[in-house]
């Protein structure tokens, strides 16, 4: 896997201030708008969203390109592979 | 246990946090390719009323406060999100409705439908059920 640090999302969506299952919803707002192939960082307060996120990523098989944990929140990387 | 594909709840309190872990459960089943059904009978009808849903009037305990305090997605804008994005539908128990008097009308927006329990029950079948 690449650097993520290295990663330029195509977009940033910060759902901080959202609550559980919010920024998971907000990442799905983005990504039904955005085309196949772009990449989609979600910047979440709320520590459960770095573990469901990416859970919810494999189920529906869209990928999961990792998270980073900064200080008191997490960037979480997607890609949108196919239409949904 | 076979592919887990339909997800029926049961929402039967008044309580709000109830309300809430529901439109949570059915949010995230909705969009991950869960078809679900939400059933609200009993006392869980008056938190679909138009007329305490513009009054914010709830009966929640701690956590209900919690989440007035933090300014959290309430559960009907949960649910109405879900329902743009995922296989999400709201009957209110027509049993109710009747003793109640109510119209559809009476119910907020995102309610589909009034059923009878035969056919909630037809959409049960081959369901995972929880109920709060």
Known sequence: MADLKDIKADVVVDARGTYCPGPLMELIKEMRQQPVGAVIEVISGDAGSAKDVPEWLKKVNQEFLGVLEENNYWRIFAKKTKEM | MGEFNK???ILESEDYEKAHVAAMIASVAAVSC????????MNAIYNFLKVNVKENKFTGGKIFEKLKEKKAQMFYDMLDQAKMFGGLKIYACSMVMDLLDLKKEDLIDIVDDHLGLAAFLGIMEGAQTITF
Do not use: C, Q, R, Y
């Open chain 2, 34 to 41: 869960i078809e679900v059904s939400i059933f609200v009978t």
């Open chain 2, 7 to 9: 997800l029926a709840i």
